[in-house]
Nanobody, 115 residues
Framework: QVQLVESGGGLVQAGGSLRLSCAASGVILSISVMGWYRQTPGKQRELVATISRGGSTNYADSVKGRFTISRDNAKNTVLLQMNSLKAEDTAVYYC?????????WGQGTQVTVSS
């Protein structure tokens, strides 16, 4: 099993920045993809960004140029630097990792952007 603990959410004004962090523990060997999704009430969870073990990244169009994902394989952590935040970025953000084609999720952290 893989356990994920997120931190860094909170309330910020539009135009501001936040950094989300996620630490993986447990059976962490062979984690391939790490990333972030987000969800608002009544909507499906959507991709924000992912990063492969080799560093290849994938971003949702809505966050390109504003968010940056990074990972530290030695520490089994994934970070999401969020700049130029907009009200529409308000959501619960979930950390995720993939290990042997199984996806594990964190408990979620609330990000609220006030306009």
């Amino acid at each position: 099993q893989v356990q994920l603990v997120e931190s860094g959410g909170g309330l910020v004004q539009a135009g501001g920045s936040l950094r989300l962090s996620c630490a993986a523990s447990g059976v962490i060997l062979s984690i391939s993809v790490m990333g972030w999704y987000r969800q608002t009430p009544g909507k499906q969870r959507e991709l924000v960004a992912t990063i492969s073990r080799g560093g290849s990244t994938n971003y949702a169009d809505s966050v390109k140029g504003r968010f940056t994902i990074s990972r530290d394989n030695a520490k089994n952590t994934v970070l999401l630097q969020m700049n130029s935040l907009k009200a529409e970025d308000t959501a619960v953000y979930y950390c995720m990792v993939v290990r042997y084609e199984i996806t594990y999720w964190g408990q979620g952290t609330q990000v609220t952007v006030s306009s």
